[in-house]
């Protein structure tokens, strides 16, 4: 008998451990997304203005939020991080063309302006960024999935050349 209650004492005590532990861990996903806000514009048009008035080139996130693994990837690591952010702050103008395919994410008039975009500027890949100045000309283009490291250089060199 004793045994037995042993077993389940553990048994019951690692069930625990193991809970607390991945809600420690979600908990901390969730501060750490709080606390990294970027300020998205929300339409091009107001993205646009925004650059020709703050003399910023523009960032356009090419994205599938809600089915892409790659964006969702770039999305946490860089785009969530407190170093994107400063810069973002000081030197980008930022628009995300979402192509979720759940088309409730957002509305049917963001999901054309989005599809104009992509068809304008040729994306067929996801993630893209693309940036362009405030007449909507491309300054930048990097496609695909790389080492956020390496887009600090790129996002550098294309702020400087503006």
């Given at each position: 008998?004793?045994?037995?209650?042993?077993?389940?004492?553990?048994?019951?005590?690692?069930?625990?451990?193991?809970?607390?532990?991945?809600?420690?861990?979600?908990?901390?996903?969730?501060?750490?997304?709080?606390?990294?806000?970027?300020n998205w514009q929300p339409t091009f048009k107001d993205a646009l203005k925004k650059s020709?008035?703050?003399?910023?080139?523009?960032?356009?996130?090419?994205?599938?939020?809600?089915?892409?693994?790659?964006?969702?990837?770039?999305?946490?690591?860089?785009?969530?991080?407190?170093?994107?952010?400063?810069?973002?702050?000081?030197?980008?103008?930022?628009?995300?063309?979402?192509?979720?395919?759940?088309?409730?994410?957002?509305?049917?008039?963001?999901?054309?302006?989005?599809?104009?975009?992509?068809?304008?500027?040729?994306?067929?890949?996801?993630?893209?960024?693309?940036?362009?100045?405030?007449?909507?000309?491309?300054?930048?283009?990097?496609?695909?999935?790389?080492?956020?490291?390496?887009?600090?250089?790129?996002?550098?060199?294309?702020?400087?050349?503006?």
């Amino acid at each position: 008998m004793k045994n037995v209650i042993l077993g389940l004492s553990i048994c019951f005590f690692s069930v625990a451990n193991i809970v607390a532990q991945e809600q420690i861990i979600e908990e901390h996903k969730i501060k750490l997304e709080e606390t990294i806000s970027l300020n998205w514009q929300p339409t091009f048009k107001d993205a646009l203005k925004k650059s020709k008035n703050e003399n910023k080139p523009v960032l356009i996130y090419f994205t599938g939020s809600d089915w892409c693994g790659p964006c969702k990837i770039l999305d946490k690591k860089l785009f969530h991080t407190q170093k994107f952010k400063d810069i973002a702050d000081k030197d980008l103008i930022l628009y995300e063309a979402d192509s979720p395919r759940n088309l409730d994410l957002i509305s049917s008039d963001k999901i054309e302006i989005n599809n104009d975009l992509k068809r304008k500027f040729q994306i067929r890949t996801f993630p893209t960024l693309v940036f362009v100045n405030h007449k909507g000309k491309i300054i930048g283009y990097k496609k695909g999935l790389i080492l956020t490291d390496y887009y600090y250089p790129f996002i550098q060199s294309v702020i400087e050349n503006y």
